[in-house]
C-alpha cells in the first residue's frame, strides 16, 4: 500500500446492505465506496445518496442528532463539516458528517473510524457491555 490509493467493493461491499438497511432506503438509492490508503490505521467511507425531495442542511443534521443521540461512541459534525482519519485515531469513536448540494437532493456522507480500535476489539467490549448491562461505553473512553 505504501504510496498508493484504491477504492474497492464498488458496488459489493459486505457492510452495503447494512448502510442501506439504516437509512432506510434503496439500494438503487445509495453508493456506498471505501479505500484503501497507505496509513498505519483508520477507514474513511463516503457514501452518496439522492434524496427524493429537497431538504435542508439543518434537516440532515437534526435526524442524525436524533437517531445517535443514545450513541455514546458516534459524534456527527455539524452540517458542511467533515471528518478525518487524525480525529478518530486511537479512539473507539466513529465520527460522522456531511455535505449537501445546493439543490438539497444530493447528500454525501463522510464516516471515520480507527479499524484497530474501533474495529474488532472496541466492538467486541462494546458488544460486551451491551451484553452484560454495562454503560456502552465503559472501558472505551
Request: aromatic share 10%; proline share 4%.
Amino acid at each position: 500500500m505504501d504510496e498508493n490509493f484504491r477504492a474497492y467493493g464498488l458496488f459489493t461491499h459486505r457492510h452495503t446492505p447494512e448502510v442501506i438497511e439504516h437509512l432506510g432506503l434503496g439500494a438503487d438509492d445509495v453508493m456506498f465506496s471505501t479505500h484503501l490508503l497507505p496509513v498505519a490505521r483508520g477507514i474513511l467511507s463516503t457514501m452518496y445518496v439522492w434524496l427524493d425531495a429537497p431538504r435542508e442542511a439543518g434537516e440532515i443534521e437534526a435526524l442524525y442528532r436524533r437517531f445517535y443521540a443514545a450513541k455514546p461512541m458516534v459524534r456527527l459534525w455539524a452540517a458542511g463539516q467533515l471528518p478525518e482519519l487524525q480525529h478518530v485515531a486511537h479512539t473507539n469513536f466513529c465520527d460522522i458528517g456531511f455535505a449537501l448540494d445546493d439543490g438539497g437532493q444530493r447528500l454525501v456522507l463522510v464516516s471515520c473510524l480507527d479499524n484497530l480500535g474501533k474495529g474488532a476489539a472496541g466492538q467486541a467490549v462494546q458488544n460486551m457491555n451491551g451484553m452484560m448491562g454495562f454503560e456502552e461505553a465503559a472501558g472505551l473512553r
